[in-house]
């Protein structure tokens, strides 16, 4: 963890170093240009693994948790967009789970701590995303490997 001390205003800034990332463009992108207006939108699919922070997604359209909230992480050997999901973007599904679908291929699954309106805790949140080394990402998120 670096720490940036900002003599400007005498505050402390705590920048979190990078444990893992992927950074590509969506295999469809070029079929945004029909929906130019999307495009800047997804033009990027990303994940970032810091030392206290979980980010995947689009370029302006991205999840940011916590690491402390994450209850598991489970590999998906193969994941169809169409099949499994309707379809390739940021897609929801009957039992209520969110996905970040890039591509067909491997995946993470996460179930994220949530609470409800008077601070306790709810049902859990479930995310899908894309990731080539899905294996690695859930050792990361569960804490197995640094």
């Known amino acids: 963890m670096l720490i940036n001390n900002s003599s400007k205003n005498n505050t402390i800034h705590i920048m979190s170093s990078i444990i ?3 950074n590509y463009p969506p295999p469809w992108r070029p079929l ?3 929906v130019f207006p999307l495009l800047p939108i997804f033009w990027t ?4 693994i810091t030392d206290t922070t979980l980010t995947f997604g689009y370029s302006y359209a991205s999840t940011t948790i916590n690491l402390n909230d994450i209850i598991s992480a489970t590999p998906i050997d193969h994941v169809n967009g169409l099949r499994s999901w309707g379809g ?3 897609r929801f599904n009957l ?4 996905g970040y679908i890039c591509k067909n291929g491997s995946a993470v699954k996460i179930a994220v701590k949530m ?3 008077n601070g306790g805790e709810c049902a859990p949140k479930i995310y899908v995303f894309n ?6 990402v859930c050792h990361i998120l569960n804490g197995d490997e640094d």
Do not use: F, M, P, V
């Not at 699919?45 to 970032?48: A, D, S, T, V, W």
């Not at 039992?95 to 969110?98: D, I, V």
């Not at 990731?131 to 690695?136: F, L, M, Q, V, Y």
């Open 115 to 117: 609470k409800d309106k």
């Open 45 to 48: 699919y990303q994940i970032n």
């Open 32 to 34: 945004l240009i029909i």
């Open 88 to 90: 390739w973007g940021i």
């Open 131 to 136: 990731c080539d080394e899905a294996s690695r």
């Open 95 to 98: 039992r209520g789970e969110t």
């Open 20 to 22: 893992y990332h992927e």
